[in-house]
Antibody, heavy 120, light 109 residues
Framework: EVHLVESGGGLVQPGRSLRLSCTAS????????MSWVRQAPGKGLESVGF??????????GYAASVKGRFTISRDDSKSIAYLQMNSLKTEDTAVYYC???????????WGQGTLVTVSS | QSALTQEASVSGTVGQKVTLSCTGN????????VGWYQQISHDAPKTVMF??SLPSGIPDRFSGSKSGTTASLTISGLQPEDEADYYC???????????FGGGTKVTVL
């Protein structure tokens, strides 16, 4: 059974940084793309970005709203994906979900989410 | 403004068949597999369909289809526990990004 567990969320001031982790189990981690999806309070789902699996070179992509501020990486030896968030803005306040899937067309599995609140 | 268009709300009675739609274009739905996600209250989303494939553990009253640039999720025999928000997503090659619909709220009357 696939398990994705996010950690690292919390309250942070605007302009500061935060790193989220997603610890995975139950599948061959290196084969899958790992993506981050967020949901602002009362809003719908928004893709933040992704990192492809090793068969596709581990390349990354980001939403326009976070490009240049957020970085996604992975450690296949530990089955962990990371979301490094810099220069945080109040509009980055959301629940952040880690997702996995072999293809980028759709998300197969989801974590339980971690709340990030950006406020002074 | 979401890249994919979904109805804001759909309702039905227990046992009724309801169909949700997700409309895009040739850069996304017309080319790639569409995923559907159920979010009950404020829980984490759960994948209920990708393409016309049912993930393990999802009841077979859920089915998926696609025609051109519109994908559909059908719930045949609506149950009280199906009341939730449903989102669709896929890949968009012109944006090089994963895109979502705005979500459809399903209410069981």
């Amino acid at each position: 059974e696939v398990h994705l567990v996010e950690s690292g969320g919390g309250l942070v001031q605007p302009g500061r940084s935060l790193r989220l982790s997603c610890t995975a189990s139950g599948f061959i981690f290196g084969d899958n793309a790992m993506s981050w999806v967020r949901q602002a309070p009362g809003k719908g789902l928004e893709s933040v970005g992704f990192i492809r699996g090793k068969a596709y070179g581990g390349t990354t992509g980001y939403a326009a709203s976070v490009k240049g501020r957020f970085t996604i990486s992975r450690d296949d030896s530990k089955s962990i994906a990371y979301l490094q968030m810099n220069s945080l803005k109040t509009e980055d306040t959301a629940v952040y979900y880690c997702t996995s899937g072999y293809y980028l067309d759709y998300f197969e599995d989801w974590g339980q989410g971690t709340l990030v609140t950006v406020s002074s | 403004q979401s890249a994919l268009t979904q109805e804001a709300s759909v309702s039905g009675t227990v046992g009724q068949k309801v169909t949700l739609s997700c409309t895009g274009n040739s850069n996304n739905i017309g080319t790639y597999t569409v995923g559907w996600y159920q979010q009950i209250s404020h829980d984490a989303p759960k994948t209920v369909m990708f393409g016309n494939s049912l993930p393990s553990g999802i009841p077979d009253r859920f089915s998926g289809s696609k025609s051109g640039t519109t994908a559909s999720l059908t719930i045949s025999g609506l149950q009280p526990e199906d009341e939730a928000d449903y989102y669709c997503s896929t890949w968009d090659f012109s944006l090089s990004a994963q895109v979502f619909g705005g979500g459809t709220k399903v209410t069981v009357l």
